[in-house]
């Protein structure tokens, strides 16, 4: 009988021990993929959550109950910059038009000026991000939101942005922009543009964290400038907080 135990006792040992085995080997593979899948910048990298508004500034809109809008930065911009490591806001209780300046991201001095996607009074800012500014690219649409803001027409401005399905429409043309975008500004000679693209013609996730300043400022005017252009410059002084 005490052999038969000892028998037993062996076998379960070595089966827990298989069990612990392949387990590792799976979850192995689960990171190494995962890995390799957000190395990719693609449509199916970005988040979309239903119920939010999207303008084409790069940002996003959510009306609450008690009447204010939270607005955000999209996960494709921050899917393009990397990691943030600093941002500029502006002041409580500054009015702010549709179109105009709202926001700067900073990545180490590379920086991109974000246009608002309403008008309206600042009522709050996230004071989160003082601390970590990462936490836009972590969590853009929940943790990461930017502003609230008492809307003064959103019925106006309300017009002027989409929902999620038309958001998924209008984000494969800035993925075609994206590439047309790289392939003018990789010029030969120019090795540091030569990583952002895979193999196969894939475009590598955080594509402008180790570009220089001179592409930050490019990307700005092909793709943050537009909507200023469209709505119409703001007179107003551009007060900024620095976070």
Request: net charge negative.
């Amino acid at each position: 009988m005490l052999i038969l135990i000892l028998v037993a006792f062996v076998v379960l040992c070595f089966t827990i021990d298989a069990i612990v085995r392949y387990s590792r080997r799976e979850k192995s593979k689960a990171s190494t993929t995962t890995e390799v899948h957000n190395q990719i910048l693609n449509e199916a990298s970005i988040s979309i959550p239903k119920g939010l508004y999207f303008d084409k500034t790069h940002t996003w809109a959510y009306m609450e109950k008690n009447g204010e809008v939270k607005i955000g930065i999209d996960d494709f911009l921050l899917h393009v910059t990397g990691a943030l490591s600093r941002v500029k806001m502006r002041n409580i209780g500054e009015q702010i038009q549709k179109g105009e300046p709202i926001l700067t991201i900073i990545r180490f001095g590379k920086q991109l000026t974000i246009n608002s996607p309403i008008s309206g009074t600042i009522t709050s800012h996230n004071i989160q991000l003082v601390k970590n500014p990462a936490t836009v690219n972590l969590s853009p649409y929940n943790d990461g939101w930017v502003y609230l803001i008492e809307p003064t027409n959103w019925l106006r401005d309300s017009q002027f942005l989409i929902m999620a399905d038309k958001y998924k429409d209008w984000l494969k043309n800035e993925f075609t922009r994206l590439k047309d975008f790289l392939s003018i500004v990789s010029q030969p000679g120019n090795e540091e543009l030569m990583p952002v693209l895979q193999d196969g013609g894939e475009l590598k996730d955080n594509l402008l964290e180790d570009l220089g300043p001179e592409v930050w400022e490019e990307f700005q005017i092909k793709f943050m400038n537009t909507s200023k252009y469209d709505f119409g410059k703001s007179d107003s002084t551009f007060t900024i907080i620095n976070i």
